[in-house]
């Protein structure tokens, strides 16, 4: 039965995307200042300030109990470390999901940030037993000109296994362009070590001082998605939703605070 959890686990996402990486069809290795995305780059930890995040997703995706969420909080230590700690996991059924761990940036100067996160990873089935297995990510962030923003992490560098089974591996790059002060495009290009190459687009305007608009869409698998953030005071309330080929919907809220 684990090397059935091992499959599984092969066959998820290590992460569960929230509103914002929903919304933006996943494009967002480059978002610098953008929280939720340093759970795919951990060098965007060191853009992002004193901030914490959770979010959530309700049963969709045609899964019968199936619920994902997650929590990520960054601190900065100084003006070149910062810190930040994540836990997310999804549950259908008897089958759970869960990683959790911790991620560091240091930014030596104005061009580069560099980042790495360890993470415990757990899968269980109900009646049959449980596994783990830890893995290591590392992450990079440059700036070669005002605006614009160029990103690459990789996960599961260790090539760790879980119950006999490799996890996945994933090499990502992307692009992040300011099209003006209020508005982001982002292009994402990721690759899962024996899968097809998924890439994604992502735009984001600021319609209002307190209202982002974002949209996405992305290929393998083929998706299209919408989704808006509210920001007041040091509070941030978000949606994004996505439809998935061939799984339909998928919907997902989440709340931030700065301090």
């Known amino acids: 039965m684990l090397f059935l959890a091992g499959k599984i686990a092969l066959a998820q996402s290590s992460i569960a995307p929230g509103p914002a990486e929903t919304a933006l069809s996943g494009a967002g290795v480059a978002r610098a200042g953008e929280l939720p995305f340093a759970r795919l780059n951990p060098a965007l930890v060191g853009t992002v300030g004193r901030r914490a995040y959770a979010s959530a997703s309700p049963s969709s995706l045609g899964i019968t109990s199936y619920v994902d969420g997650g929590a990520v909080a960054t601190l ?3 003006s070149a470390l910062s810190i930040g700690v994540s836990i997310q996991g999804l549950s259908a059924a008897s089958y ?3 990683q959790g761990g911790g991620m560091v940036a240091f930014q030596p100067d104005w061009f580069i940030t560099v980042g790495a996160a360890v993470w415990l990873n757990s899968v269980s089935v109900d009646g049959y037993g449980s596994a783990t297995a830890p893995t290591v990510d590392v992450g990079v962030l440059a700036r070669p000109a005002a605006g614009i923003r160029i990103g690459g992490a990789a996960t599961n560098i260790t090539r ?23 508005t982001t495009l982002s292009v994402d290009m990721s690759n899962q070590v024996g899968h097809s190459i998924t890439t994604s687009l992502g735009f984001s305007t600021w319609l209002l001082p307190e209202l982002v608009v974002r949209g996405g869409v992305g290929h393998y698998p083929t998706n299209l998605a919408l989704g808006f953030g509210y920001r007041f ?22 709340v931030g605070v700065a301090w």
């Open 233 to 254: 005071s040091d509070f941030m309330v978000e949606y994004g939703g996505a439809w998935v080929d061939p799984l339909g919907l998928r919907h997902s809220v989440g």
């Open 76 to 78: 900065p230590i100084d």
């Open 160 to 182: 760790a296994e879980l119950a006999d089974e490799p996890l996945p591996q994933t090499l990502a790059f992307g692009f992040a362009f300011d099209l003006s002060k209020s």
């Open 96 to 98: 759970r999901q869960v």
